[in-house]
């Protein structure tokens, strides 16, 4: 079946240093769309950014990722990161009939300090 | 903006008991989608709905129902509750042509 593979665990960083998250996935199906959901603390997911183009830069609120099927990654960045970036972030895949919503990643928690 | 509410928010439930979940969304969405969120899991998909009378199982369906009584309302039942069911619980929508999930404010269910 479909899957989702993202940095493990807990990523820290100190406050203007550059955020990289990965984000590779598997799937039987050609077209897939990939998101970013964002998730603060005691809020639900909201959706960061997607894509369905291949090699085409995706960029929302200071991040940016590009979709390659070449490797199946999808890896999430941002330059400089801020405080208001702590948050805990999804990787996910459209399965394959759309409205059988999405598969998700692990996640992975991002601690930004001063 | 899409607006989807759950409703508990909060609920403890004992083992054995019947717990139910409510979802409304007023954005006319035709799917809505149960996940629940376990830290080490993820967002797991438990049950969807095409529209209204229609369910279908996700990816862990075991131990949960689901009822869609109308294109607004999604309903998550737990028949019988165990302590494993303990998680936060969330309800999303989505448009046909569209693939983007929006989702509700959680519901937070503890059995003891």
Redesign the interface.
Known sequence: GDSVTQTEGLVTLTEGLPVMLNCTYQTIYSNP?L?WYVQHLN?????LL?SFTDNKRTEHQGFHATLHKSSSSFHLQKSSAQLSDSALY?C?L?RNN??????????TRVSVFP | EAAVTQSPRNKVAVTGGKVTLSCNQTNNHNNMYWYRQDTGHGLRLIHYSYGAGSTEKGDIPDGYKASRPSQENFSLILELATPSQTSVYFCASGAISGNTLYFGEGSRLIVV
């Open positions: 769309f998101f809020e639900s997911p909201r959706l997607k999804y996910a459209t759309y409205a059988q919503g999405l598969t998700f990643g692990l996640g």
